[in-house]
């Protein structure tokens, strides 16, 4: 985890907080605290999905990213379950 006023200085060293984060024994994922106004921008964002999800298909379609395998921007149905169906229990936009 990063402080967010650590992220806004432009000398702050986060070399251990990346190394932890993504070195080899990181779980490739790095977390930031202290953001302002953090639950109102989170509950603003939230109340988008449901628009996003309902845009057409192929204006949806503009927003996928197959060289990044849908790892990039919006994806539907093109994740696999185990059994290799695609999974369209949900949208995910990353």
Same mark, same amino acid.
């Given at each position: 985890t990063i402080d967010y006023q650590k992220l806004l200085d432009n000398n702050a060293d986060l070399s251990a907080e990346l190394e932890e984060a993504y070195g080899p024994d990181g779980l490739g994922i790095l977390t930031v605290s202290g953001v302002p106004g953090y639950t109102?921008?989170?509950?603003?964002?939230?109340?988008?999905?449901?628009?996003? @999800?309902?845009?057409?298909?192929?204006?949806? @379609?503009?927003?996928?990213?197959?060289?990044?395998?849908?790892?990039?921007?919006?994806?539907?149905?093109?994740?696999?379950?185990?059994?290799?169906? @695609?999974?369209?229990?949900?949208?995910?936009?990353?």
């Open positions: 109102k921008l989170r509950s603003s964002l939230l109340t988008c999905t449901d628009k996003l @999800a309902k845009l057409p298909p192929d204006v949806l @379609a503009k927003y996928e990213d197959l060289p990044s395998q849908y790892n990039i921007g919006w994806s539907h149905g093109k994740e696999q379950l185990r059994d290799g169906t @695609a999974d369209t229990f949900k949208g995910s936009f990353y």
